[in-house]
């Protein structure tokens, strides 16, 4: 048995879909099951809560083999200990008492760098994977830089005025990874569970790109101009807390991208495992392009 936290998330959602075509018994934990697809719910478990909440994870990981992990967004949340491992403290218990053998967590790049204490979210992110690793489970972080994915959070101005925003320098080049392939990794692991002890297994996307290149390759593939551009960092401050973000998940971010812009993503050796294969270009022809034109 498998069990997949939230498996409505974008990440989440692709490694339930995996595992389910890999033929695997699976479990999942969703506030709201009735936003998952009905042929789905035929084909699984469902406990329905909070991973935050002993009693949930608790049913939840009884008797299963091994768990994906990821906590929710919560960007309201009054501190980053309450997002990450305030957070998963009840799960820990609960893998112990349960007695869950493996678990495949979601983090970030950074570990070992002079900026992984001042990272923001990242530094949180390594909290919580250190209180995992000290139940003695065996566990892999799945250490990411900044997805692709995050784009879709500007369709409309890609779309509307042709131009995409963030913080830090437009000619700064960093791995960028695409989250299919980060739930192709994640389900991997939880299906082919020959390996043991703690560790963490990085996510790199095929190569390294600025925010310059990837304005070149979306006006490619969208057959119109494109422009990245820089914001001010407290600048981006503003916007966040405009949005109604907490002061607390306003300054892990900016701390996590201030430490992204002094290289925190560009430390892990780019190796054959752990380069993935969808290139930014590919993504943008499946993913961006219908999002922003409407057209599948």
């Known amino acids: 048995m498998i069990v997949v936290t939230t498996p409505t998330g974008s990440i989440g959602r692709q490694v339930l ?17 009735s936003r998952l697809p009905e042929e ?19 049913r ?34 609960a893998f112990k008492m349960c007695g869950v053998g493996h678990v495949v967590g979601i983090s970030a790049l950074g570990r070992g760098t002079p900026m992984a204490d001042r990272a923001g979210l990242v530094t949180a992110s390594l909290a919580m994977d250190d209180l995992i690793a000290g139940t003695g489970v065996n ?9 692709m994915d995050n784009l879709l959070r500007q369709v409309a101005s890609i779309r509307d005025r042709g131009e995409f925003f963030s913080p830090g320098r437009g000619d700064r080049k960093a791995p960028v990874c695409a989250t299919r392939d980060i739930a192709a990794v994640a389900a991997d692991l939880l299906v082919n569970r020959g390996w043991s002890g703690q560790g963490h297994r990085a996510v790199l996307g095929p190569e390294d790109l600025s925010p310059n290149d990837m304005a070149r390759i979306m006006a490619e593939v969208l057959g119109r101009p494109i422009v990245h551009r820089a914001v001010p960092i407290e600048a981006f401050k503003a916007q966040l807390s405009a949005a109604g973000l907490s002061p607390a998940f306003v300054e892990g971010y900016a701390d996590m991208m201030t430490a992204k812009a002094e290289g925190l993503d560009n430390a892990e050796p780019r190796t054959a495992e752990n380069t993935t294969p969808t290139t930014f270009r590919q993504w943008c022809e499946d993913v961006l392009r219908p999002a922003v034109t409407g057209r599948a």
């Open 17 to 33: 879909a995996r595992l389910l075509h890999a033929g695997e018994p699976v479990r999942v934990i969703a506030r709201d099951p």
């Open 40 to 58: 789905t719910l035929a084909r699984i478990e469902v406990v329905q809560g909070s991973h935050g909440e002993a009693d949930v994870v608790e």
């Open 60 to 93: 939840a990981f009884d008797g299963a083999d091994a768990v994906f992990w990821l906590p929710p967004p919560n960007p309201h949340a009054e501190s980053l200990n309450a997002v990450y491992a305030g957070f998963a403290r009840p799960a820990c218990e």
């Open 139 to 147: 566990y892999r972080a799945l250490t990411m830089p900044s997805f």
